[in-house]
């Protein structure tokens, strides 16, 4: 009877676990990556609160950057608008292709910060 009990607490432990563990994704989203046709990998899993926490950005246009004739321009935002609005899939004279455009800005800076995910796996997430 003492197996069955503890057979039983585990089961329910490891079911609350898998409960809880699939909503915990509910508030982080995946960064679009539909502008690539057919992604070999899946799209980043990122929480846009708990990384402005985590990082203590204040400024958005570290990320959501504006940039005029190639230069910055500092207090302008690209808020709202997908990283594809200006970057495309392939290179181009003016602008970084997307996939570049990510891992400098994401990865570029969690190496600079020597925080955050680096490796493939550590952001795209099955």
């Known amino acids: 009877m003492r197996k069955k009990g503890l057979y039983v607490i585990v089961m329910m432990a490891l079911f609350?676990?898998?409960?809880v563990s699939s909503y915990s994704d509910e508030e982080k989203t995946r960064i679009d990556n539909e502008e690539f046709g057919n992604p070999k990998r899946v799209a980043c899993v990122y929480d846009h609160?708990?990384?402005?926490?985590?990082?203590?950005?204040?400024?958005?246009?570290?990320?959501?950057?504006?940039?005029?004739d190639g230069k910055k321009v500092e207090d302008e935002t690209s808020e709202g608008e997908s990283c594809a609005e200006c970057h495309e899939v392939n290179s181009s004279e003016d602008t970084l292709p997307l996939r570049k455009a990510y891992h400098t800005r994401c990865k570029g800076?969690?190496?600079?910060e020597k925080a955050g995910p680096i490796l493939c796996g550590e952001c795209h997430q099955r």
Do not use: G
Not at 49 to 68: F, G, I, K, P, Q
């Open 16 to 19: 609350s676990w898998a409960w």
């Open 49 to 68: 609160d708990e990384h402005m926490e985590a990082s203590e950005l204040e400024e958005c246009n570290v990320c959501h950057h504006l940039y005029e």
């Open 109 to 112: 800076c969690h190496m600079t």
